[in-house]
């Protein structure tokens, strides 16, 4: 499986971006997707989860209620839907699909797109 996590790029403070998230050798409909961010210098840390069919998610304390994570099985994408960005968000964002069907676990890694949020 191989996953890919596009959509990134610049915005200012205040805006908005969704990243999509998707896979090719596999599907992953039946898995758990979660988007993941890293800074220079930082680990890399959870921001959102879904469960194979979005009846669970989980959100980072730092993102939940700007954030919105969701996903169309029959398209084999997960989105991030991201709004109110603050410069703290930049990162580069990662998306990964979890072994199983519950959030956790995570397997199968992406490559990353750039958010860059400017002040």
């Known amino acids: 499986v191989q996953l890919q996590a596009s959509g990134g790029g610049l915005v200012q403070a205040g805006g908005s971006l969704r990243l999509s998230c998707s896979s090719s050798?596999?599907?992953?409909?039946?898995?758990?997707v979660g988007w993941f961010r890293q800074t220079p210098g930082r680990e890399r840390e959870f921001v959102a989860g879904?469960?194979?069919?979005?009846?669970?998610?989980s959100y980072a304390d730092s993102v939940r209620g700007r954030f919105t994570i969701s996903r169309d099985n029959g398209k084999n994408l997960v989105h991030l839907e991201m709004n109110s960005l603050k410069p703290e968000d930049t990162a580069v964002y990662y998306c990964?699909?979890?072994?199983?069907?519950?959030?956790?676990?995570?397997?199968?890694w992406g490559k990353g797109t750039q958010v860059t949020v400017s002040s």
């Open positions: 050798g596999r599907t992953f409909s039946n898995n758990a």
């Open positions: 990964a699909s979890a072994r199983g069907s519950t959030i956790g676990n995570w397997h199968y």
């Open positions: 879904t469960s194979w069919n979005a009846g669970r998610i």
